[in-house]
């Protein structure tokens, strides 16, 4: 399979970066797909094309950083649709687990690919999580995500509070259950409306690019190391 041919055309995130950072980005969907164990469930067949799809969310969230694979998470469960989780029995489309893995939709998963606009990704809102905990049980984290993170977080306080509150925000309700949803809330709004984003919260918006070492042009390009 041509990784880069396919990812130019279904990845509107790879269209946008200039040629040396689709070569990384392309060397870190590999090596993603090589460390995780994807596997399917309830007769999910997962092809090549699953693989890179789904390690293309990841490292769309995490070309900006220098650790990047969220390690703590080995093991990636794909069910065809909206599943039942075995202990709690409530039914779920994406999930980030504590004891290491992750699982989802993919029929939820495509459909958060398919309208890049809407501010609802599956993929960008699970490896939100990831990426927030990734740091665990000895595993490790980016060095300057986790150390400005609480700067991060002092910013953001300010909308969570105010959606806890019940005022309108440009980003979706879900961000108000608490501080992590909150987060991955932000990262759907940082990739799929980002101009919306950059006028409305322009301060958020600039803190969740320190922290991710990426932006938005106005052109709509990718800019890389915006630190």
Not at 61 to 66: A, F, H, P, Q, S
Not at 74 to 101: A, D, V
Not at 105 to 123: A, M, R
Not at 143 to 170: H, P
Request: glycine residues 6%; contains cysteine.
């Amino acid at each position: 399979m041509d990784i880069p041919s396919f990812l130019n055309k279904t990845n509107p995130y790879f269209q946008k970066l200039k040629s040396s950072d689709k070569a990384k980005f392309h060397d870190r969907v590999e090596k993603f797909i090589d460390r995780k164990s994807i596997t399917g469930r309830q007769n999910f067949l997962v092809t090549q094309e699953v693989r890179v799809t789904l390690a293309a969310a990841a490292v769309q969230l995490t070309l900006g950083l220098d650790t990047w694979d969220l390690d703590y998470f080995s093991q990636i469960l794909i069910y065809p649709s909206e599943y039942q989780n075995p202990q709690t029995r409530q039914m779920h489309k994406g999930e980030t687990n504590m004891g290491g893995f992750m699982c989802f939709s993919w029929i939820d998963f495509l459909k958060g690919n398919k309208t890049p606009d809407d501010k609802i990704n599956l993929g960008l809102h699970e490896f939100g999580h990831a990426l927030r905990f990734s740091g665990m049980q000895g595993h490790e984290p980016d060095y300057f995500f986790d150390n400005y993170f609480k700067r991060w977080l002092a910013c953001a306080s300010r909308e969570y509070t105010k959606m806890r509150k019940g005022y309108a925000s440009i980003l979706r309700k879900y961000g108000a259950v608490n501080i992590n949803e909150f987060f991955s809330v932000v990262v759907e709004t940082f990739f799929e409306k980002p101009q919306e984003f950059k006028t409305n919260l322009p301060e958020l918006y600039h803190h969740t690019s320190i922290l991710l070492n990426q932006t938005t042009a106005i052109d709509g390009s990718i800019v890389l190391n915006c630190r």
